[in-house]
């Protein structure tokens, strides 16, 4: 390869790099940021309130991969795929509620623009409500939102009963910006347009 050939290869690379650069919707906009955030992270930690000793009763925090959708199509649920063999899966058996929180922080965002995870810069949202199994053609959907982003799911054993299931939000409480903690409410949350045009 030539110097010049070289150097118009790393332009281009550059130029495709910087066009990926992550730009979220104005703060003001409350709900589509939280559409974005939740569009954008792959994975979240999920709070359930113990069934096990020596912390029963007590909130579990723990890590699942999510996906609302394929890159470009996401439908603002958080799908998850479970196995009851899983320990906070077992919690949500006794009881549904539970919590799940994403942050832009898991994404080269914050990193690049210098905010810290805990900064509310960093844009993060909790989502409140509970964790319901689907079926038909929502677990349609799911498979496809899951599959698209977790390849790796596809091989996981089978006889652990894995099953599709979803967030059923109740409120969802964003922290984007300064002024302390913004909520929003399901339906303005899925009638936000998630993207950070229009
Ligand atoms: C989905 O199907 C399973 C097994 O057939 C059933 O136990 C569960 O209640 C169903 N869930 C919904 C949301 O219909
Ligand atoms: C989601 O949770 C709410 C509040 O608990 C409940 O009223 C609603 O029926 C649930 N949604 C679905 C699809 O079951």
Redesign the pocket.
Known sequence: MTALLRNVCLLLFGLAAASTRLVLPPHEQVARVARFVVHQCDWASLATISTHEPVVGQPFSNVFSVSDGPPGFGSGVPYMYLTRMEISVQDLEVNQQASLSMSMAQTDYCRQQGFDPQSPLCAHVILS??V?EVNGTEAEFAKKALFSRHPEMIGWPSDHNWFFAKF?M?QVWVLDYFGGVKTVSPDDYYQASPNNKN
Request: hydrophobic content about 20%; charged content about 0%.
């Open positions: 409500g509970s319901m059923n109740t």
